[in-house]
Every structure is written in structure tokens, then in C-alpha cells.
């Protein structure tokens, strides 16, 4: 099994910044893709950001794109979203998702962490 743990979560004023991490352990993590999705109260869950197992490749949402980054560093088994520019609707909590596939579907992930909120103020 792969197990994974979100940090970084908080409250953050609008036009900030805010940095969530995902560590991982168990096996293969090294070759699995590792996606962060968000979900707000009463909406669907949103894709954010994928990383390819060897870090080459990255795909980011218009919603997103410019302001999010995703990074993955095998050494310390973790992956991060940088996050800036933040807005109130950005408000969600956040997950990272492992599993075999590149893919911007949430349904193609297998492991998933417990979440971290993130709340952006006006």
C-alpha cells in the first residue's frame, strides 16, 4: 500500500501564497503519478495538478494554470503544490492522489490522503 500525508493547510489572505505538501511511504512510489484535487462544500472534486512518476511532465487546469506549480521529489518521497495568487474561491480542502496512471480523472486514483483545508479570505 502506499500511504499518504497532507500538511500545509491554513488560512491565507487573497493574493497570497501557500505551499501543501504530500508525503508518502509504502511501495512503488517512485513510479506512480501523483495528482492534487480539491473540493469545496456541495461541489464536485476538482483536479488541480498531475506529476508523472519521473517528474517530467506536469498538467494543470485552466482554472490554475500560472499560479499553481506541482514538484516532486523522490529523495524525500514528497510532493508539493505551490500555490500563489490565492483566492477566495480557491477555498477547498486539498488532497494528493497516487496511482499508475497520468491522469487528470479522480477516478483513475487508488491512494489518497485525508485532506488538508485551505481557506482564503477576502
Known amino acids: 500500500q502506499v500511504r499518504l500525508v497532507e500538511s500545509g493547510g491554513g488560512l491565507v489572505q487573497a493574493g497570497g501564497s501557500l505551499r501543501l505538501s504530500c508525503a508518502a511511504s509504502?511501495?512503488?512510489?517512485?513510479?506512480?503519478?501523483v495528482g492534487w484535487f480539491r473540493q469545496a462544500p456541495g461541489k464536485e472534486r476538482e483536479f488541480l495538478a498531475v506529476?508523472?512518476?519521473?517528474?517530467?511532465?506536469?498538467d494543470y487546469p485552466d482554472s490554475v494554470k500560472g499560479r499553481f506549480t506541482i514538484s516532486k521529489d523522490n529523495a524525500k518521497n514528497t510532493v508539493h503544490l505551490q500555490m500563489t495568487s490565492l483566492k477566495p474561491e480557491d477555498t477547498a480542502v486539498y488532497y494528493c492522489?497516487?496511482?499508475?496512471?497520468?491522469?487528470?480523472?479522480?477516478?483513475?486514483?487508488?491512494?489518497w490522503g485525508q485532506g488538508t483545508q485551505v481557506t482564503v479570505s477576502s
Open positions: 492522489a497516487a496511482g499508475p496512471d497520468y491522469s487528470g480523472r479522480y477516478s483513475t486514483y487508488n491512494y
Open positions: 509504502g511501495r512503488a512510489f517512485s513510479n506512480y503519478a
Open positions: 506529476i508523472s512518476w519521473n517528474g517530467e511532465s506536469t
